[in-house]
């Protein structure tokens, strides 16, 4: 009996010693956001960035021990001085007071303060803070000037705080300036299990979360976090959805082809991707008068060219792509779409769906539009004829293949 109970002692010490080297755990995306150079009606005010402190509010995926944050400078064109860091788990999400027993110092190479270089992004140091999944944690960053150009992401629907002084650990500003804006953070990664990885939702203003709530986190990426903890097995998800945003054409911020590397390849712990997006490269094409028969056939097919390249460039890092169908948009005020620019959405969603370029197809046309106008949103999903209502957003992450998301693609990563 003694002699059993020491073997099984020493079975448990050593699966335990196991668990905690170094190699059976990694760096995994928990929370992120795509990156843009805000318009100038978006940017934060010069005063907010002399002797002033603003903390932003992220609701993270994956619960943690260890985590770090990346800060991203990568629109400025002069550096970015940090001059104080600080993180905490924040009381409520739109509430900028924290639990002042978790106000953790940021620091960088065991300083706290910090140059970035224009263009560039940096990590912070490895922070203990434990935290469960779907926390909502508070990175206050204190500044004493902005850089050339500022780097952020305008469409957050959290409400951020700015509080004049160094106030980067204190449990609550008082009389805070509010802004529904996000800047300078690029992503929080927690330390996990090597089997853990991340899906990076791509898209537009129906991913970013256009018409959801301030600090409600119900944009559809969020109720995918949601179903996929219900499930039992852990991811990060992270939304790269830019509102206005375009496949082939730059527009409120990049086009996807070029800031997919950045926004989804770039990311730790990324194992796949839902990629939606082409509404706003049909609707510009057709609101501005250049839907000839000749150019919407180029544009479709410049839009499945595109799409391979990112499968491509996704598969040489293991990263899986799901296809996700455009919804219907024949009721927006805003595009106004024809007959034959329904008939490109329509071909591009059937390309989508059978081309086999994708590793699985997230079918959000199928989930959203009205069986009696297969052209228009079902009318309890429907915002605005364009955008999805906080009902159709969570149909769309129903319709996200969880079996997928179980799947490994080979490659590098």
């Known amino acids: 009996m003694l002699a059993a109970l020491a073997l099984a002692t020493i079975s448990t010490a ?20 795509a990156q843009m150079q805000p318009e100038p009606q978006n940017e ?23 985590l770090r944050v990346r800060i991203s400078n990568v629109f400025g064109t002069t550096p970015l001085v940090i001059d104080a860091a600080g993180i905490g788990l924040a009381r409520a999400p739109g509430d900028p007071a924290i639990d002042p027993q978790s106000a953790r110092p940021l620091t960088f190479g065991g300083k706290g303060t910090v140059m970035i270089p224009a263009g560039a992004e940096y990590y ?27 780097t952020g992401h305008p ?14 650990l204190d449990a609550t500003l008082a009389d805070p300036v509010k802004t529904p804006r996000w800047y300078l953070l690029a992503d929080v990664e927690v330390q996990a299990p090597r089997d853990t990885g991340a899906v990076v ?40 959805g830019i509102g206005g945003g375009r496949m082939l054409r730059d527009g409120l911020g990049p086009n996807l082809a070029s800031r ?24 510009i094409q057709h609101r501005n008068g250049e839907d000839i028969p000749a150019a919407r056939a180029k544009l479709v097919e410049d839009l499945q060219v595109a799409h391979r390249q990112l499968v491509e460039r996704a598969h040489a890092h293991g990263i899986c792509v799901i296809g996700g169908t455009v919804t219907p948009y024949a009721g927006s005020d ?53 955008h999805p209502s906080v009902a159709g957003l969570k149909a769309m992450a129903d319709a996200v293949p969880l079996a997928a998301l179980r799947n490994r693609c080979g490659g590098a990563k």
């Open 201 to 240: 939702a791509v898209g537009d203003s129906i991913t970013d979360g256009y018409g959801t709530t301030t600090d409600g986190n119900d944009r559809w990426p969020d109720a995918l976090a949601a179903r996929i903890a219900a499930g039992g097995k852990p991811m990060g998800v992270v939304n790269v």
């Open 44 to 66: 934060l005010a010069l005063e907010h960035w002399q002797d002033a402190t603003l903390r932003q509010i992220v609701h993270v995926a994956l619960g943690g021990e260890k």
């Open 124 to 150: 912070s140091d490895v922070v203990t803070l434990p935290h469960k999944a779907g926390a909502d944690l508070a990175i206050s960053l204190y500044f004493n000037g902005a850089p050339g150009k500022q």
């Open 260 to 283: 997919f590397d950045r926004d989804v390849i770039g990311r730790a712990g990324v194992t796949h991707a839902v990629v939606m997006i082409g509404v706003n490269d049909f609707g």
């Open 334 to 386: 805003y595009y106004r779409p024809a007959p034959a620019n329904e008939a490109d959405r329509q071909q591009l969603n059937q390309w989508i769906r059978t081309s086999g370029v994708f590793d699985a197809v997230a079918d959000f046309d199928a989930a959203l539009r009205d069986p009696a106008q297969p052209d228009r949103l079902k009318k309890e999903y429907d915002n605005d004829g364009l």
């Open 155 to 168: 469409g957050s629907r959290t409400t951020s705080f700015v509080a004049k002084g160094q106030r980067t």
């Open 14 to 33: 050593t699966t335990a010693a196991a668990a905690d080297r170094p190699g059976n755990w990694h760096w995994v995306a928990s929370w992120g956001t």
